[in-house]
C-alpha cells in the first residue's frame, strides 16, 4: 500500500514539474532573447540590453505606453468593481420586478462576440464626446468585464448568510451600512477574482485600443507593440517585441502572485455557488 502511495506521489510531482516546464519555458526563452543577439548586444557576443534600449526610445516613450495602460486598467478595475459590487449586491439581497430578467440580460452579453458592436461602440462614444479618449476606452472594457464580474458577485453575495444582514439590521444599519460593514468584507477573495481578471483583460487587450484610440500618444502598451516596424518593408524588430512583452507580462505576474490566495479562494469559498 504504501509503495502505491509513493508511486502516485511520484507520478503527481512528475506531472507537475512537467507542466510547470512547459509553461515557463517559453517565458524563460523569451526573457533569454531579449538580452541576446546580435541585435541586443551591439554586434557582440554575450548579454546586452539594446533591445530594452530600442523599447524604451520607440514612438512616445515606453514610459508614456505604460502609464497609458496602467491608467486604463485601474480605470477599468474601478469601474468594474463598483458597477458588479452594487449590482451583485442588490440582485442577491433585494426582491423586485424584473430582477432575473436583468441579470440574465447581462449574462446574455456573454453571448455576443465583442468585435462585431466596437463599431456600434465607436460611433456611441463619438456623440458623447469620449472617442480617442483613454476613459472611453475605459467605459467600453468596464462593459466586456460586467457578465463575468456580475456574476461572481451575485453569487458571492449569496453565499453569504443571511443571518449576518438580518443581524446587522437589528442592531440599526442601514443597507448601505450592511453592505459596507458586514458583506463587503465578506466578499473580498470574490472582488480580488473580479479585479484579477478586469486588471489582466484591460492591460493586454489589443483590439479595442487599436479601435478606439488615434493619436500615438495615447497607445497603451499592447497597440504600440503591435505598431512597433522598422527597417524596410516592414521588417519586424524582434529582439525589441521581445523586450516588450517582458516589460507587458511582469506586472501580470507580480499582481497574479501576490493576489493567488484571494484568487484561488474566490472560486473555493462559495463564489461560483450555483
Known amino acids: 500500500m504504501r509503495l502505491v502511495i509513493r508511486i502516485r506521489h511520484a507520478a503527481h510531482l512528475t506531472t507537475g514539474l512537467a507542466l510547470a516546464i512547459l509553461f515557463v ?7 533569454w532573447s531579449s538580452v541576446t543577439g546580435p541585435r541586443a548586444t551591439g554586434g557582440s557576443g554575450g548579454v546586452g540590453g539594446e533591445n530594452y534600449q530600442r523599447l524604451f526610445d520607440y514612438g512616445a516613450g515606453l514610459g508614456t505606453y505604460l502609464v497609458n495602460s496602467a491608467a486604463v486598467a485601474v480605470m477599468t478595475v474601478a469601474g468594474t468593481l463598483f458597477v458588479s459590487v452594487s449590482a451583485g449586491y442588490a440582485l442577491a439581497r433585494f426582491r423586485f420586478p424584473g430582477r432575473t430578467v436583468l441579470f440574465l440580460a447581462t449574462l446574455a452579453i456573454m453571448m455576443v462576440p465583442y468585435p462585431t458592436i466596437l463599431i456600434p461602440l465607436y460611433v456611441l462614444l463619438g456623440s458623447l464626446g469620449l472617442q480617442n479618449s483613454l476613459p472611453g476606452l475605459a467605459i467600453v472594457l468596464v462593459m466586456f468585464q460586467l457578465p463575468f464580474a456580475l456574476f461572481m458577485m451575485r453569487n458571492s453575495f449569496e453565499a453569504v448568510p443571511r443571518e449576518l444582514d438580518e443581524a446587522a439590521l437589528v442592531d440599526g444599519c442601514g443597507p448601505l451600512r450592511v453592505l459596507w460593514s458586514v458583506l463587503l468584507p465578506a466578499v473580498v477573495p470574490g472582488m480580488v477574482t473580479v479585479g484579477l481578471f478586469a486588471f489582466l483583460a484591460s492591460w493586454n487587450e489589443f483590439i479595442a485600443p487599436l479601435i478606439f484610440l488615434s493619436d500615438g500618444d495615447k497607445f497603451t ?29 511582469i506586472p501580470c505576474m507580480i499582481l497574479f502572485m501576490l493576489l493567488q490566495r484571494h484568487y484561488v479562494r474566490g472560486f473555493s469559498s462559495g463564489a461560483l455557488k450555483g
Not at 25 to 31: E, G, N, Q, R, Y
Open 25 to 31: 519555458f517559453p517565458l524563460v526563452w523569451t526573457a
Open 221 to 249: 502598451l499592447p497597440t504600440a507593440l503591435a505598431a512597433m516596424r522598422s527597417g524596410n518593408f516592414g521588417a519586424i524588430d524582434y529582439g525589441a517585441l521581445q523586450a516588450g512583452i517582458v516589460v507587458s507580462a
